[in-house]
RNA sequence: GGGCUCGUGGUCUAGCGGUAUGACGUCGCCCUUACACGGCGGAGGUCGCCGGUUCGAAUCCGGCCGGGCCCA
């Protein structure tokens, strides 16, 4: 059967344009494509592939990192399709929190405090929904086979009812609590927040000495002496012996506070004597708790002092450690000031240092042995990224506070009884609601009051984001859905600790079981010059910029080859221009491969017998299962990397060079080599699909009249281990006698004259190395006429060292002072040392200089082959 | 200070027990009927340093030095 591809009248070669244009040929197919090709089918029969996307934050622009992110996601979600699976590729949008806040002050040149909160979050919720509009256009652009069937947005009430029905049931089973407790506190955004979203900055400050009743002490935090509660030593600190016992008046205030003794006090620092007070730090928590402390607030949520200050009520913390100071010197009690550096814990969206305040706030107990129990049963990609995991859960010390004092999030669905202040909860049919617009429908269940208080505290993000993989199975509250666990979890390991590590904390608590059965970490995306992107260093590149210049595909040729799998990966732009360059020599196959089918079809039924034609098939069976090993264990770089190499180097360099001269005659076995390019281009093609989408299909298309990502991922075996090694062997000749052409200065298309090859066994090469060459060629088995000089000899160290282990050395030298004869045909057998050793095979090869007689001509040796050269005249 | 990671030609990168992979750059030759956005070839590395294991180490072990990330 001969088939010839579909051409409209006009040759294929034709329509092929010179040169790649990536603009046009993306614009056609994002305008051919249809989302429903990559909806997941919930009645397909089909295995199913349930990927748990990253839904980014909305800032309305997609960065690299994300894109770095996203085409991980991409590329095996193509190859899954591909594989068989029936894949979904959610899309969400995390909505809520702070960076929205604060971007809508900034617009509108308001404060939250301004309009109501009600108008405050229609400002929140439309900049969001112009940011996600400007967003889905990148991911679009980039050829993402987003499943916009699927996609959610965490402010929607369809999905925050999710969230507060999670919340419901975790309360009901006793994971969620109210309690007062130290807290982080961000006094600008006057919002607790979790240690996740601690961010820790270098800063200097002053270490004040000071008379504390007659007891020197040393802090970092004057401001705080009204929160002071306690002064601890070291128990065995013989300059403090005599305090054990007794309490002490603090300066300026003149409360009474007792002297603690604790092991954890560092006599070297400062005085050794340490004032406790609540809460400077976390380790004041953990004094507090330890030797039961009193409570003093000494300043609010607004990060101002309070009344307990007396005279400094009402000024911020910096003012009042000022003012404190400076009383202290009037009062001749500051006796020195040292500069130190310190860690300060800052809020990581807005920077201002945290301070600890004790605050009624709502909490997730951290039960460490189930996250980890389940965090075992995921596989990591890499595998170590599991230590991050593992580190963080250990050392985990108080629960997750989940509540936040702000507007736009999700609203805890919680009123309060004003009577008996009895906690009441909305019926789980009534959610989504928001306590402060509505009230319970019924009176309080203890004591029948009808006024309540709602819950004006809102939940963290996080909170929303950690259901990802629950929303997008269908959770409903009652069971683990049908479809969960997830397959897959694709983030960066920026977010280990966070959405992981709440992730994991819902589903089993949620469902018992763990969220997906694999998780694969990206790495950073850093600049050209190494450091992490940002601003203040100019070195930040967005794909919009990469897009316009190189395409699409060239950007996702980087991500999958810029680094291995999960490390960091530097932006560079040769690799970009890199994967431009691959494309255009891919196109340049195709164009070539087009014209040669054009001339007569393909005939997909003719046998393969040439040499040459073999040999590819094998190269190509060889190629496609290590690009498939690749693919199943995310090993991107490794699988476009060989994709490439056999494109390259294999196809072009070597076999397209050597059938050249083949395909330009009639001869039948043309017909075979056809079939070859045909069988090999239609594999890359197939291979590159899940890479470069838009360059696959336009290759593709031109061919088959069909689209690439439709068709089943390449399982084409060949097996003919003889080629596969002489074939080697054939293009090795060639490119030998190539580069003697080259360094005798003759051109590569010169005639040669005549070319003898002495091959142990018959080679039958369909002329392929005579065309190549130019020149007449004679394979021949019999052996060369030829003098040989020994001048080198070549040790196999893998083959020596295991036979003589110490001895090796020994062996060598003594092979090394063998006579030519006993080089070229070895005695079994060899005296070592004063015994007799047995020769192993292959142990060593001789070098050869070749002379004829005094006749010029020049010889090649390759390997066990000689090749002699007999030029033109 | 702890954990995790990395240190390979000018730059970036693969390898992770048997004499070093590729890309970009650089130099030379070649416009050979797919491709000069190409082909062929060359130069360039004591694989951070010091020890150890081994017949043999970039590769394993120990120590040191230096980056990065996360956390105290």
Redo the contacts with the bound molecule.
């Keep these: 059967m001969i088939s010839r591809p579909m051409t409209c009248g006009m040759e294929l070669?034709d329509q092929l344009p010179?040169?790649?244009e990536f603009a046009k040929v993306e614009e056609r197919w994002q305008n051919r494509w249809r989302d429903e090709d990559f909806y997941f089918d919930r009645n397909s029969k089909k295995p199913h592939f349930i990927i748990d996307t990253p839904p980014p934050y909305p800032t309305g622009n997609f960065h690299v990192g994300n894109a770095l992110n996203w085409c991980y996601i991409d590329f095996f979600a193509r190859y899954k399709r591909m594989r068989g699976f029936n894949v979904m590729f959610p899309q969400g949008w995390d909505c809520h929190g702070l960076p929205t806040e604060v971007k809508v002050e900034e617009i509108n040149n308001i404060t939250k405090n301004d309009v109501s909160r009600e108008e405050f979050r229609r400002m929140c919720r439309e900049l969001t929904i112009k940011n996600i509009g400007q967003m889905r256009q990148t991911l679009r652009r980039m050829a993402f086979s987003v499943d916009w069937s699927n996609e959610y947005i965490t402010m929607q009430p369809e999905y925050f009812k999710k969230t507060q029905l999670s919340f419901l049931r975790m309360l009901k089973s006793g994971y969620i609590y109210q309690s007062e407790h130290p807290v982080n506190f961000c006094t600008r955004c006057e919002t607790a927040i979790a240690?996740?979203e601690?961010?820790?900055d270098e800063r200097d400050t002053r270490l004040n000495y000071f008379d504390f009743d007659s007891v020197e002490i040393a802090t970092t935090r004057p401001e705080l002496l009204a929160a002071c509660v306690a002064v601890a030593v070291h128990p065995d600190d013989t300059r403090y012996q005599k305090l054990k016992g007794k309490t002490l008046k603090v300066p300026i205030f003149g409360h009474l506070v007792p002297v603690v003794r604790d092991e954890a006090v560092d006599p070297a620092f400062g005085s050794g004597a340490v004032m406790i007070c609540t809460f400077g730090d976390?380790?004041d928590v953990h004094w507090w708790k330890q030797h039961n402390l009193a409570l003093r607030k000494a300043i609010d949520r607004q990060g101002k002092m309070t009344a307990l200050a007396q005279k400094y009520e009402g000024m911020t913390a910096a003012n009042c450690r000022k003012a404190i100071l400076s009383d202290m010197e009037e009062k001749k009690i500051l006796r020195k000031q040292e500069a130190l550096g310190q860690?300060v814990?800052t809020c990581?969206r807005c920077k201002t240092p945290i301070e600890i305040l004790s605050e009624r706030q709502w909490f997730i107990k951290i039960k460490p042995d189930e996250i980890l129990d389940a965090a075992h049963q995921i596989t990591w990609y890499?595998?170590?990224?599991l230590?991050?995991m593992?580190?963080?859960v250990e050392?985990m010390?108080w629960d997750w506070c989940i509540s936040r004092q702000r507007i736009f999030a999700t609203p805890i669905p919680v009123w309060f009884c004003k009577k008996c202040n009895e906690m009441v909860v909305p019926d789980e049919n009534d959610l989504p609601v928001d306590p402060t617009l509505t009230k319970p429908e019924q009176a309080c269940p203890k004591c029948g009051g009808k006024e309540f208080a709602a819950e004006k505290d809102v939940l963290d993000t996080w909170m929303d984001s950690s259901i990802s993989v629950l929303y997008v199975t269908g959770w409903d509250g009652h069971s683990s859905p049908e479809i969960f666990p997830a397959q897959i979890r694709p983030q960066g390991?920026?977010i280990?600790?966070?959405w992981a590590f709440y992730t994991i904390l819902r589903s089993v608590a949620l469902t018992g079981n763990r969220p997906w059965d694999q998780i694969l970490i990206n790495g950073?995306v850093?600049g050209q010059d190494?450091?992490?992107m940002s601003k203040s260093r100019g070195n930040i590149i967005v794909p919009e910029d990469i897009l316009c210049k190189y395409g699409a595909d060239s950007l996702r040729q980087w991500a999958a080859?810029?680094?291995?799998t999960g490390?960091?990966?530097?932006f560079?732009w040769?690799?970009v221009?890199?994967a431009?360059?691959f494309?255009?020599?891919m196109?340049?196959?195709?164009?070539?491969v087009l014209?040669?089918l054009d001339k007569e079809g393909i005939e997909k039924n003719v046998p393969v017998t040439s040499l040459a034609d073999r040999w590819l098939l094998t190269r190509l069976s060889n190629i496609i299962g290590k690009v498939t090993d690749a693919m199943e264990q995310y090993?991107f770089?490794?699988a476009l990397?060989a994709i490439?190499?056999f494109a390259?180097?294999i196809?072009?360099?070597?076999y397209?060079?050597l059938v050249?001269?083949r395909?330009?005659t009639k001869d039948a076995s043309r017909r075979s080599a056809c079939l070859v390019l045909y069988t090999a281009y239609d594999a890359i093609c197939r291979m590159l699909a899940p890479f470069t989408p838009y360059f696959a299909e336009e290759c593709y298309f031109y061919i088959n009249k069909t689209s690439v990502h439709k068709q089943p991922w390449v399982t084409f075996t060949y097996d003919d281990p003889q080629a596969y090694v002489e074939g080697d062997l054939l293009v090795k000749i060639v490119?030998?006698v190539?580069?003697y052409?080259?360094?005798s200065?003759l051109?590569?298309?010169a005639p040669l004259g005549r070319v003898t090859i002495y091959a142990p066994h018959t080679i039958e090469d369909a002329g392929d190395a005579a065309r190549t060459l130019n020149a007449d060629v004679f394979w021949r088995t019999d052996t060369a006429k030829l003098d040989r000089i020994v001048t080198d000899i070549?040790?196999?160290?893998?083959v020596?060292?295991?036979a003589?282990?110490?001895?090796?050395?020994a062996f060598m030298n003594a092979i090394r002072v063998l006579s030519p004869q006993e080089l070229v045909n070895p005695p079994k057998l060899i005296t070592l040392e004063g015994t007799e050793v047995l020769v192993p095979d292959h142990a060593f090869t001789p070098k050869f200089s070749y002379m004829e007689g005094g006749a010029k001509v020049d010889v090649i040796s390759v390997g066990d082959v000689i090749v002699t050269i007999q030029k033109t005249a």
């Design positions: 070669s010179k040169t790649y240690f996740a601690v961010a820790y976390k380790q860690r814990g990581w890499p595998e170590h990224m230590r991050r593992e580190n963080w050392q010390e390991h920026d280990i600790r966070t950073m850093l190494g450091f992490k080859m810029g680094a291995t490390s960091d990966i530097m560079n040769n690799d221009v890199a431009s360059r494309q255009t020599k196109w340049n196959i195709a164009r070539f014209l040669q090993q770089d490794v990397k490439r190499e390259w180097d196809l072009a360099d070597n397209i060079e050249k001269g395909l330009y490119g030998d190539r580069k052409k080259h360094d200065g051109a590569l298309n070549e040790f196999n160290r893998s020596v060292g295991p003589f282990r110490k001895k090796a050395p």
